[in-house]
């Protein structure tokens, strides 16, 4: 059987620490192609670039994994790796991973995450995904007790697939973790989302920022829960955004 | 009663004229408030910016309505309506309408879409939130065959309010329309997605553009169906994005 093409990507740019442990985490199981953002692209949703053109460069190619440098958002950076016809490759990705990220994606972040947003992509292109992230936002974050939980949900997702439209939403603790646990999104509010600053021409500015709150801090079946606790969350994530519970009440 | 505070935004800028529609369209139901972007910041889905301050211009101000320039993308828009403490405004709006898209936002387009984030955001600070689209692009859109109906949803979500955590994603065809139909999210397929070009410097460049195809054609509950054949769709869409199916069979 040829080996899986498995598409790295992440919204922390082709430079960060936590990409270059994904690429070393997805070399086992097959070829590897990074198709990630140029700079730091963090909280740009399924954001396109639609006012002007990409440009991409390799910037690295070896037996095994060829690195590519993309001027646009993570979703941006999915899609043209689809549409890649670069001599070796050839053909389309066989699974999307997209982090790891430099800061958690729980609960309503997933919304806003791009990270997520480019596993989102990857369903939408009908092929497995899943986006890792680790809880833990310095540039230098320690990775290494999360690869072993990681690689399991890598397999898995090789082995079992997943259903078309859905992937998957890996959050990691900080320090000793317990195992893994499945996860709905925990209900959140963000609150005091700005700090008022002003510009040099006196004029007021606004930088955004905040306070999150956990909703159900109760509820054990959260990804926060899971997070707090000592374990690592994985919340299944659809791209079929229809709620089915009010399309059957809803009447006009 | 107090008249309801009405936010109002899109992601075809303050300037656009789907937005002047829908704040003439807004101001019977109470006061306006319009925070939008003061430029096109579309497919910026649910996409925030952390890398620099939001500036923000009040650039009219009258009996019920105030129109406010944004820096920000949609998302942005809406947390900083609900984060402003202006002179005569001074709470939170009680609902957020997003649009009137000049270009459709159904089927998976829903996740790219920057309308659609602005009232998934609308969602997330619980209160009811509609996205408007019409299936037309040009910036000169005729939205006067829409505005019948339009009313009717805003009427019906003022009243009736929504589940916490859910809006609406409400797309118009162009020409005569025979009614209104609630629906989901046709799965969906965008192909050909890029557009080779040159740079001056002869690099390589790709500009964002791509086939859509629907697929389940044929299925007569879907949005694309109702769009296809004359009706207003009307989408819930929900801020929980957990699949619920894959959660209760999922194990590690």
Known sequence: MKRPLILVTNDDSVYSK??????????????????????????????????????????????????????????????????????????????????????????????????????????????????FSLCDHSPQADFSHTLPFFREIIEYVLEQKLPQGVCLNVNAPMGAIKGIKVCRQAPGLWSNEFMASQTPFKRNCFWLTGSFTNEEPQAMDTDEWALSNGYISVQPVQTDLTDYKLLTTLKF
């Open 18 to 131: 936590g990409v270059s442990e994904l690429i070393n985490l997805a070399r086992p199981f097959g070829d590897v192609l990074v198709v990630a953002p140029d700079r730091a692209r963090s909280a740009q949703s399924s954001a396109l670039t639609v006012t002007r053109p990409l440009l991409y460069e390799e910037l690295r190619r070896e037996e095994g994994v060829r690195v590519i440098s993309c001027t646009g958002t993570p979703t941006d950076c999915v899609k043209l790796a689809f549409s890649l016809q670069l001599p070796e490759v050839n053909r389309k990705p066989d699974i999307v991973l997209s982090g790891i990220n430099h800061g958690a994606n729980s609960s309503i972040n997933v919304i806003y995450s791009g990270t997520m947003g480019a596993a989102i992509e990857g369903a939408l292109h009908r092929v497995p995904s899943i986006g």
